[in-house]
């Protein structure tokens, strides 16, 4: 008996990992992600750099064209690219920013304060840096663009630092920018929209009156709420309003409670179980025996019925915004000519608000305002993390890549849009480069 207590003993995690477990798995899929993030935006550099560079500008200016009837939407690569999978990437960000709210790390308001006032502190002070520098002229439009910051590049930083940083600065990243992408959402959706047309809102608003009904109702089928999705998704394009924020308005309205609860599919599953169990015949396959095959397709049923449909999109989604939606946009964006001009793109006023708004802005408000906040008692350090830590973070929160891209692409045009994204790879890297120092030659972190 002593040596099968042993025996087993090993296989029973301690609560603590059993716990975080989950959070270690969702970082180091983002964190995976970011990597192939800085593969794809090298790459776009590299090519634009290239003697294939005429060929690769060219490529994402092909038009694509979508005819159904009447409906008609003939928009350039780089458009589909950009109004189109980066709906469905803020589709994710939806879901990610709903869930947090509700049982994640800002669903308990003492837990949340910290990271909310971080946030707030990282896009007042990069937008005010930048106005300093712009404002007055035809650039200061692009205001939006620092206050970014790009999750994935970070927590990619973060994971090749490995267990010099805590699992709660991670945390404390993440939520940050999900405060953050929240906050992009509305700038973008009441600041860079213009010309909006009030008869194709109207059918947004009709879609989404559809969606609450079926939420009232009780329907639960991911299916029922992605194909009206789409139709929102056009009427917000053609509204004026960016398409994008379609996506975040769906992800609220996607149901987050499971058809049935935890009691009832463990009593359900159990008496499939059995069932499956007393079919059992020894010299048949489960193919040929149609009792345990009924079982196990009821099973299944029963898993999809106690998933919240919040949850079933956002984990099937992640694997397709990480390992193609990101890095497609990526390659579509990032391509910057480095040649001749470069020092003129570094030096002029975009460029200089956007670097001076990533690398000082966004460090130097995360820390003016947390500091604050936990001088006032409005918040609190979490735990295991140090104030050097969390200005490291700080740090890393000013890789604004992917979301400070974005937001270029509708501030300005071409010729300001190279500056701009000459100042936004500028100041990612040393965002990076400082953040990572900091981390590194902190006390390295036990387990």
């Known amino acids: 008996m002593k040596k099968q207590k042993t025996h087993h003993k090993p296989d029973q995690a301690p609560l603590p990992k059993l716990i975080l477990q989950p959070i270690q798995e969702f970082f180091k899929a983002e964190a995976a992600g970011g990597i192939v993030l800085m593969v794809a935006a090298f790459t776009a550099i590299l090519f634009a750099n290239s003697t294939f560079s005429t060929w690769f500008f060219g490529l994402w200016t092909t038009p694509v064209v979508f005819q159904f009837g009447a409906l008609l939407l003939d928009k350039p690569l780089l458009l589909w690219i950009n109004d189109g999978l980066m709906a469905v990437f803020f589709f994710y960000v939806g879901l990610e920013i709903k869930r947090e709210l509700m049982v994640g790390e800002l669903s308990d308001m003492k837990q949340a304060a910290f990271p909310i006032f971080a946030a707030l502190g990282g896009m007042v002070f990069p937008a005010s840096l930048y106005l300093l520098f712009n404002l007055g002229t035809p650039f200061s439009g692009g205001w939006g663009i620092p206050m970014a910051t790009d999750i994935a590049f970070a927590l990619g930083?973060?994971?090749?630092?490995?267990?010099?940083?805590?699992?709660?600065?991670?945390?404390?990243?993440?939520?940050?920018?999900?405060?953050?992408?929240?906050?992009?959402?509305?700038?973008?959706?009441?600041f860079y929209t213009s010309n909006v047309i009030s008869g194709y809102l109207w059918g947004a608003a009709l879609i989404i009156g559809l969606l609450l009904i079926f939420n009232r109702f009780g329907i639960r089928k991911p299916m029922l709420y992605l194909i009206p999705g789409v139709a929102l998704w056009y009427f917000v394009l053609k509204s004026g309003v960016h398409a994008t924020v379609a996506g975040v308005l769906l992800a609220m309205l996607i149901p987050s409670k499971a058809k049935i609860n935890a009691n009832q599919f463990v009593t359900l599953v159990t008496h499939y179980k059995n069932k499956f169990v007393r079919h059992d015949k020894p010299d048949e396959l489960v193919i040929a025996n149609q009792e345990q095959t009924e079982a196990l397709q009821a099973i299944e049923q029963l898993c999809h019925k106690a998933e919240a449909p919040m949850l079933r999109l956002e984990h099937a989604l992640?694997?397709?915004?990480?390992?193609?939606?990101?890095?497609?946009?990526?390659?579509?964006?990032?391509?910057?000519?480095?040649?001749?001009?470069?020092?003129?793109?570094?030096?002029?006023?975009?460029?200089?608000?956007?670097?001076?708004?990533?690398?000082?802005?966004?460090?130097?408000?995360?820390?003016?305002?947390?500091?604050?906040?936990?001088?006032?008692?409005?918040?609190?350090?979490?735990?295991?993390?140090?104030?050097?830590?969390?200005?490291?973070?700080?740090?890393?929160?000013?890789?604004?890549?992917?979301?400070?891209?974005?937001?270029?692409?509708?501030?300005?045009?071409?010729?300001?849009?190279?500056?701009?994204?000459?100042?936004?790879?500028?100041?990612?890297?040393?965002?990076?480069?400082?953040?990572?120092?900091?981390l590194l030659s902190g006390k390295k972190q036990d387990g």
Do not use: C, H, Y
């Open 157 to 190: 930083i973060l994971m090749l630092l490995g267990k010099r940083v805590p699992v709660q600065l991670k945390v404390f990243l993440t939520a940050l920018a999900i405060v953050d992408d929240l906050g992009a959402v509305l700038v973008i959706a009441l």
């Open 318 to 438: 992640s694997p397709w915004v990480v390992w193609f939606i990101m890095p497609v946009f990526a390659m579509a964006n990032a391509g910057v000519e480095l040649g001749e001009g470069l020092l003129g793109r570094v030096g002029g006023s975009v460029s200089l608000g956007i670097i001076s708004g990533l690398v000082i802005g966004k460090p130097l408000g995360i820390m003016l305002f947390t500091w604050v906040a936990v001088r006032l008692r409005w918040a609190v350090v979490p735990d295991g993390v140090n104030w050097r830590q969390v200005l490291g973070a700080a740090f890393l929160a000013g890789i604004g890549f992917t979301m400070s891209m974005f937001i270029a692409a509708l501030a300005f045009e071409t010729s300001t849009l190279n500056e701009a994204k000459t100042g936004i790879i500028a100041a990612s890297l040393i965002a990076a480069i400082l953040g990572s120092w900091l």
